[in-house]
Structures are given as structure tokens and as C-alpha cells.
């Protein structure tokens, strides 16, 4: 005779998070890669058209931004604007720090066509938190598929 | 590099909606129309706020 045990609901809801990470990455680390470089988080959960896509969507808005002569922004504690705008750059990972090492963004802002460069930089930094929050939560099974 | 306020338009819209098309949707149907949707909307959006602005300028 056999007897089955139901799992209260708590419990299956964890087991099936647990099925549905089945890349066993942690997802911190996914996170973590997501943010330093785009589309590595997708990457390391073996999302490899999603990656790439993340990843030249993210790096060519950040790319076309330095090329419009955008602005890159540095810390500050000015103008309210100026210290959401150093956030939004600082999503962008190693990008920023590159573009920070590089010297890129550093000329003064003097055309419309550059302002669009700074909301370029600063909204790649933005796309690439949601994509890795999206990474993270694959990986730790919230979102299915 | 020179872009158009539209190509920038154009540019701005293609690469935001691939990533909100991947990230807000689950499946890959879903997620290129759901691309497809907020890219037009960007675009449509954009056009109607600039004849809007030009309309009501002093």
C-alpha cells in the first residue's frame, strides 16, 4: 500500500521554482554579470538570441550616445537632474567605467543632437538594469521562460 | 557622427522596444509583438507630440 503525502502549497511553490532554475547559476550572480556587462546574465542562463540581442540593442544606444557627443555624467551632489543622470549612466556597468577611463562624454554639451547622446548614455544604463533584473529573475525561477 | 532628430527617433524606439520586448514578455511570439507595439507607439507617440508642440506655439 502506498500512501501520497500532499506537499502543502508553500513547499510546491518553492519545488517549482527550484524546476524552473534549471541552470543552477546563482541568481546573484546573474545579476551581477547582467549589470557589468549587457546581456551576460541571459548569457550565463544559456539564453544566447536574448544575450545577443540585449547586448547590441544596450552597447549600441550607449555607443551611438558617445558618438552623438553626449554627456558622460560623474558623481555629484548638484542639481537633482545631474545625480539621476550619474544613476542612469551607472546601470550601464563596465560601459561606464570604460567611458569614464577612455575620457568619453567629458566635452561641454553645446547642440541638440549631443543632448540626445546624453539621454542616449543615460537610458542604455536604465535598459540595462531591467535586463538584468530580468536575468535574475529567470534564474531564480519568478519569471518562467 | 550626425544623426536627424527622426533617425534619432528611429534608433532610440528600435532598441528600447527590443528590450522591452524581451524583458515584459515570456514568450518569443509575445515578445515580438509586444516589441513591435511599444516601438510604434514610440514612434506614433513622438510625431503626435511634436504636431502638438507646434501647434501651440506662441
Known amino acids: 500500500m502506498t500512501t501520497k503525502v500532499q506537499m502543502p502549497v508553500a513547499d510546491a511553490d518553492k519545488t517549482d521554482r527550484r524546476d524552473a532554475t534549471s541552470s543552477g547559476v546563482s541568481p546573484a550572480l546573474v545579476l551581477v554579470a547582467g549589470w557589468l556587462v549587457p546581456g551576460a546574465g541571459h548569457a550565463l542562463l544559456g539564453k544566447w538570441v536574448r544575450a545577443a540581442l540585449l547586448m547590441a540593442s544596450i552597447v549600441g544606444m550607449f555607443a551611438i550616445g558617445i558618438a552623438l ?11 537633482p537632474l545631474d545625480m539621476l543622470g550619474f544613476a542612469g549612466d551607472l546601470g550601464s556597468g563596465l560601459l561606464y567605467l570604460l567611458a569614464r577611463l577612455l575620457g568619453w562624454g ?8 549631443a543632448d540626445y547622446g546624453t539621454k542616449f548614455i543615460v537610458v542604455a544604463g536604465l535598459l540595462n538594469i531591467i535586463a538584468a533584473v530580468d536575468a535574475h529573475s529567470l534564474a531564480s525561477g519568478r519569471k518562467q521562460s | 557622427m550626425s544623426l536627424s532628430h527622426f533617425s534619432a527617433v528611429l534608433l532610440f524606439s528600435l532598441f528600447t522596444s527590443i528590450v522591452f520586448g524581451i524583458t515584459q514578455r515570456a514568450e518569443p511570439k509575445t515578445m515580438v509583438r509586444f516589441g513591435a507595439l511599444c516601438f510604434a507607439l514610440f514612434v506614433v507617440g513622438t510625431v503626435a507630440a511634436s504636431w502638438v508642440m507646434w501647434l501651440i506655439k506662441p
Do not use: D, R, S
Not at chain 1, 70 to 79: A, D, S
Open chain 1, 106 to 113: 567629458q566635452a561641454p554639451v553645446l547642440v541638440a543632437v
Open chain 1, 69 to 79: 557627443a553626449g554627456k558622460v555624467y560623474t558623481f555629484n551632489t548638484g542639481e
